[in-house]
C-alpha cells in the first residue's frame, strides 16, 4: 500500500511533468508571445484551455488508485489555467476535467465530488484572475487547491455510503492530495516569469526606437521624398524588415525595399489594409497575407500616426516569411511610430515658421518705407545744384541700398556685404540730417557670414528713434569686435535712450508696432544664435548689441 510520503512524491512527478511540458512550451517564440501579451485573442484562449483541458484529463488518467478514489493533479491544472488565463479558462477546464473524471468513473465514490470541486475550482480560479494583484496569484493559487481539495474531501465524507469506506479513504488521500496544490504555485510562478520578461523586451524595444529615431532626426529637418526615403532605409535596416513604406492618408510618400520597383511615390494608397488603419485609427497586424502587389510578402505590420487624435498616415513594415510580427517588433513599431509622428509634427511647424520667416524676410527685403525713398531723392536733388559729386555718390548709394533689399535672400552673406549695405542706408541718411548725425564704425576684420538685414534695423532704429528724438547733433557708433572666441556687432548712440518699459516689452513679447524692426531682430538672433539682443540704457543713449561664435554657422 501506497504511504502519504510515496503518494506526495508520485504527485510532485505527475506535476513535473505539467512543468516540463509549459517549460518546453514557452520556448517556442509563438507561444512565448502569447504568453506576454495583455490580452488574448479568442483564439488564443480557445488554445489555451484545450492545453489545460488535456493537463487536467492526463492528470485523471496518471492518477493513484486508492480504494476507488484516484490521486491525482487535476484541481493543479484547472485551477493553473484559470489564474493565468481567466475564467473562460479555468471555468471550462474545470466543466471538462470534472465531466470527464465523473464520465469514467460513474458512480464512484469520489465522482460526484470530483465533479463539483473542478468546477468550483474553475470558477474561484478565474476570480482570482479578475481580482487579485498580479504578485500574489500564486500565492492565492495554492490556498484555493488546497481548498477546493478540502471541499472535496468533505463531500466525500458526505456522501459516501458507508460513511465508514469514506473516512477510509479521506484519512489515506486527504494529505497528499492538499499538500499536492503547491505545484500551482510553481506553475503559475513558471508561466508569470515569461510574462514578465516583456518588461525586459520593451525596455529593448524602446532602446532600439530611440537609437532609430536618433538615427532619422537628421532627416526631419525638410521632410520631402529623399528624406522620407531615407528614413524608411534606417528603419529597414535596423528591424532587419523585407521592406518599409510611410504613406500619408492618401499617397505612398517612400516605399524601400523588396518590391520597391513596383510602386510609385505619390502614387494613391490601394490597399485596404491600410486604409482600415488610416480609418479606424488601429494597428493592423497579419501574420499570413498575400499582398497583390508583393505576393512574396506574408507579414505585414501597419501602425497609424497620429497628431492631436487625428491619423496623418502610417508606418507599414513588411516581412516576406510569415509569422514575423513578434511582440517585441509590435512593442517597438508603436513606440516608433509615435515618435516619428512627433517629429513629423515638429518638421511641420519648423517649415511653417520657416515659410513664415522667409516670408517676413523677403517682406523687410521688399519694403521701401516710400518715405525714406522721397526723402533721399530730395536730399539729392537739393544735393545736385551745389555738390554734383556727391549727388552722384548718394545715387549710387540708393542704388546698392535698393538692390541689397531686392536681391538677397535667406542665405547666409559675408558680414562684409551686410556693412556695405549699412553704409549705404548712412550715406543718405547723413545727406539728410547734416550736421545733425554723425556715424563712426569701429570695425574688426572678421570672417563671419551672417542672416541679412541684421545691422542696418539696428542702425535705423539707433538713428531715428535715438539720434532724432533729441535737440542737437548726435553719434551712432556701429562696432564689429573679435572677443576671443565671440564675435560682438553693436549699435550705439547718444540720443535720448530707449526707454525700460521697451526693453521690458522686448523680454516679454510685448512690443508696439513701432518698435516692430528692433523686436524682429531681436526673435531672429535668439532663433539663430540661441540669445537675442542686448539692450542697455547709456548716458546719454542706447547700446544694443548680439554675439556669435567665430566659427560660421
Known amino acids: 500500500m501506497n504511504t502519504n510520503l510515496e503518494m506526495i512524491i508520485d504527485l510532485f512527478e505527475r506535476a513535473a511533468l505539467l512543468l516540463i511540458c509549459l517549460f518546453f512550451m514557452i520556448r517556442i517564440p509563438r507561444f512565448k508571445e502569447s504568453l506576454q501579451k495583455d490580452r488574448h485573442s479568442p483564439g488564443e484562449r480557445a488554445i489555451f ?299 511641420r511647424i519648423e517649415q511653417i515658421r520657416e515659410a513664415a520667416n522667409k516670408a517676413e524676410m523677403k517682406a523687410l527685403q521688399t519694403k521701401i518705407n516710400p518715405h525714406f525713398l522721397f526723402n533721399a531723392l530730395n536730399a539729392i536733388a537739393s544735393t545736385t545744384r551745389r555738390n554734383p559729386d556727391k549727388a552722384r555718390e548718394l545715387i549710387i548709394n540708393l542704388s546698392g541700398y535698393m538692390r541689397y533689399n531686392l536681391e538677397v535672400n535667406d542665405e547666409l552673406i559675408d558680414i562684409d556685404k551686410e556693412l556695405e549695405q549699412v553704409r549705404d542706408y548712412v550715406e543718405i541718411e547723413k545727406a539728410r540730417f547734416g550736421s545733425r548725425l554723425t556715424v563712426e564704425y569701429d570695425l574688426d576684420d572678421v570672417d563671419k557670414k551672417i542672416p541679412s538685414l541684421l545691422i542696418q534695423p539696428l542702425v535705423e532704429n539707433a538713428i531715428i528713434h535715438g539720434i532724432l528724438k533729441q535737440k542737437g547733433p548726435g553719434v551712432v557708433t556701429i562696432a564689429v569686435k573679435a572677443m576671443g572666441d565671440k564675435i560682438r556687432v553693436s549699435v550705439k548712440d547718444t540720443g535720448v535712450g530707449i526707454s525700460e518699459e521697451v526693453i521690458r516689452q522686448m523680454r516679454q513679447d510685448t512690443v508696439p508696432a513701432n518698435k516692430i524692426g528692433l523686436y524682429n531682430v531681436h526673435q531672429r538672433v535668439k532663433l539663430i544664435y540661441g540669445h537675442g539682443l542686448v539692450i542697455k540704457r547709456l548716458n546719454p543713449g542706447t547700446e544694443v548689441f548680439f554675439e556669435m561664435e567665430k566659427e560660421n554657422l
Not at 94 to 116: E, F, K, N
Not at 246 to 256: E, G, K, Q, R
Not at 258 to 278: C, H, M, N, P
Open 49 to 347: 484551455t484545450i492545453m489545460f483541458c488535456a493537463f487536467a484529463i492526463f492528470g485523471t488518467y496518471s492518477g493513484i488508485n486508492v480504494e476507488g478514489s484516484l490521486v491525482n493533479v487535476r484541481i493543479i491544472a484547472v485551477v493553473s489555467g484559470g489564474i493565468l488565463f481567466g475564467p473562460w479558462v479555468g471555468i471550462i477546464t474545470g466543466i471538462v476535467s470534472g465531466a470527464h473524471r465523473y464520465l469514467i468513473d460513474i458512480g464512484g465514490i469520489t465522482s460526484i465530488p470530483c465533479l463539483i470541486t473542478s468546477v468550483i475550482a474553475g470558477i474561484v480560479s478565474g476570480y482570482i484572475n479578475r481580482r487579485v494583484k498580479r504578485s500574489l496569484r500564486w500565492i492565492y493559487g495554492i490556498a484555493a487547491g488546497m481548498i477546493c481539495e478540502v471541499l472535496t474531501m468533505l463531500l466525500i465524507l458526505l456522501m459516501a455510503e458507508p460513511f465508514s469506506l469514506g473516512l477510509d479513504i479521506v484519512s489515506k488521500i486527504a494529505f497528499p492530495m492538499i499538500a499536492g496544490e503547491v505545484n500551482i504555485g510553481l506553475i503559475v510562478l513558471l508561466v508569470m516569469s515569461v510574462e514578465r520578461e516583456k518588461e525586459s523586451i520593451a525596455a529593448k524595444q524602446a532602446k532600439l526606437a530611440l537609437e532609430i529615431a536618433n538615427k532619422t532626426l537628421p532627416y526631419f529637418r525638410s521632410i520631402n521624398s529623399e528624406s522620407l526615403k531615407k528614413i524608411c532605409t534606417i528603419i529597414k535596416d535596423d528591424i532587419k524588415a523585407d521592406a518599409v513604406a510611410i504613406t500619408d492618408i492618401h499617397n505612398v510618400l517612400a516605399y524601400v525595399g523588396f518590391g520597391e520597383e513596383r510602386y510609385v511615390i505619390g502614387q494613391e494608397i490601394i490597399s485596404d489594409l491600410t486604409k482600415e488603419a488610416i480609418r479606424s485609427g488601429k494597428i493592423i497586424i497579419r501574420n499570413q497575407v498575400a499582398d497583390h502587389h508583393t505576393p512574396q510578402i506574408h507579414s505585414l505590420l501597419i501602425v497609424p500616426f497620429e497628431e492631436h487624435g487625428e491619423v496623418t498616415g502610417t508606418l507599414k513594415i513588411y516581412y516576406r516569411k510569415a509569422y514575423k510580427m513578434t511582440y517585441s517588433l509590435q512593442t517597438m513599431a508603436i513606440g516608433l511610430s509615435q515618435i516619428i509622428s512627433t517629429l513629423m509634427e515638429i518638421s
